[in-house]
Each structure stands twice: as structure tokens, then as C-alpha cells.
């Protein structure tokens, strides 16, 4: 059974400081991974996503990494700003059945003080 | 503006009574979900459909129900056999499993009960 894991669950750090948030996952085989921003009492928003081949995609001041084989994923936030607070949360879309199932992290939430 | 509406925002459910969460959609989308977030907790898959009028359970399905009778709607119903109803609840769609893209979430709707 796929399980995704995010570290750490909460982090605070002064505004202007580069960041990264990690998410770890128990099956390799997966199809892509997904990284998301959901603000308090909303929805998710799509930030990244990256194919099972791929090793990065970036987005402005934001790049994601995969390394399939530790089953591990990095969401780097440069330049951190007080508008990047919010819960990020990662999944993992699994491979069996052909289906778009995905499995989320209990998400990280993140505070940029100013 | 294409998106995914869904209502109402705050919903309450009395004792042993159904209700149904709206969810539409404008982007075409062929693929539709429901998700559970409670606090703390990664979003867990209700029901997911990939196609107009056929639809799969995921993997918190009982005591709810689903219908895909438009390929732009797909309303839950909690029944009153979900005996743990109170979370927010959030709807997403997707181009399809063959599209590898990413899936777009709603705004939630927050259950509680009376």
C-alpha cells in the first residue's frame, strides 16, 4: 500500500529565506507526483507536476525534484514571501488499474514571516 | 473564468438525514472526484468517475453515494449511514487518465452536523 509522507509539518521562517519541503513515498512505482498550495478553508491549487521520468520542473521561484528510486520529492521555494504561507501538500498518482488515484501527504504547513 | 464550482460553502446535516455537496464543472473535463480532508489529514479518495454515467468507489466510499448523469456535474450524497460525516469535503476533475495532467480542486464545502 502507497503511503506518503511529509517532513516536517509545520515550518516558520523569516521572510526572504530560501526553503525546502520534502515528501517521501513508499512505492516507486509511481505514474507522477504532484505538489499543491491549499490556503485555510480552501481548495488546492496545482503548483508542479512531474512525470515518473523527469527529475525537475520549475515555476517561477519554485522547482520540484524526483528521485523515483529513494522515493523522494523536494519542493524548493526561493526567496520566500509572506504570500507563499500557506499548507503545501504532495501526491502520488499510482500506477495500477490505469486509474488517476491519487495519495496525499498530510501536507506541510508553512509560515513566512515578514 | 472555466473552473469548478462547487456549494454550498457550509453545509449542516441533522440527525439521519441525507444531504447532497454540489460539484460542477466547466473544463471539459471527462474525469471527476470527491475527497474527505479531516484535520491534520491527507485527503482520502470518496468516489471518483472517469466517464459520464459509470463510477468507482475509492477508498473511504461507505455512507456515501454518487451519480454522473452530466458529464459537467457530480453530486455526493451523504447518507445517514455515515456515522462520521463532519469534515470538508472537496471536489476535483481531471482531463482524464490518459492526459497525465494535473487535477483541479474546488473550494470545498464544510459538513457539520446539528
Redesign the interface.
Known amino acids: 500500500k502507497q503511503e506518503?509522507t511529509q517532513i516536517p509539518a509545520a515550518l516558520s521562517v523569516p521572510e526572504g529565506e530560501n526553503l525546502v519541503l520534502n515528501c517521501s513515498f513508499t512505492d516507486s512505482a509511481i505514474?507522477?507526483l504532484?505538489w499543491?498550495r491549499q490556503d485555510p478553508?480552501?481548495?488546492?491549487?496545482?503548483l508542479l507536476?512531474i512525470?515518473s521520468s523527469q527529475r525537475e520542473q520549475t515555476s517561477g521561484r519554485l522547482n520540484a525534484s524526483l528521485d523515483k528510486s529513494s522515493g523522494r520529492s523536494t519542493l524548493y521555494i526561493a526567496a520566500s514571501q509572506p504570500g507563499d504561507s500557506a499548507t503545501y501538500?504532495c501526491?502520488v498518482r499510482r500506477t495500477q488499474g490505469?486509474?488517476?488515484?491519487?495519495?496525499?501527504?498530510?501536507?506541510t504547513k508553512l509560515t513566512v514571516n515578514p | 473564468d472555466g473552473g469548478?464550482t462547487?456549494s454550498p460553502k457550509y453545509l449542516f446535516r441533522k440527525e439521519g438525514q441525507n444531504v447532497t455537496l454540489s460539484c460542477e464543472q466547466n473544463l471539459n473535463h471527462d474525469?471527476m472526484?470527491w475527497y474527505r480532508q479531516d484535520p491534520?489529514?491527507?485527503?482520502?479518495?470518496i468516489y471518483?468517475s472517469?466517464i459520464v454515467n459509470d463510477f468507482?468507489k475509492?477508498d473511504i466510499a461507505e455512507g456515501y453515494s454518487v451519480s454522473r448523469e452530466k458529464k459537467e456535474s457530480f453530486p455526493l450524497t451523504v447518507t445517514s449511514a455515515q456515522k462520521n460525516p463532519t469534515a470538508f469535503y472537496?471536489c476535483?476533475s481531471?482531463r482524464?487518465?490518459l492526459a497525465?495532467?494535473?487535477?483541479?480542486?474546488?473550494?470545498?464545502t464544510?459538513l457539520s452536523i446539528l
Open positions: 506518503v505514474y507522477n504532484q499543491f478553508g480552501k481548495g488546492l491549487t496545482s507536476l512525470q501538500l501526491a490505469g486509474s488517476e488515484k491519487l495519495v496525499f501527504g498530510k501536507g | 469548478i462547487q474525469a472526484y491534520g489529514q491527507g485527503l482520502r479518495l471518483y472517469q468507482q475509492g472537496l476535483a481531471s482524464g487518465r497525465n495532467q494535473p487535477q483541479h480542486f474546488g473550494d470545498g464544510r
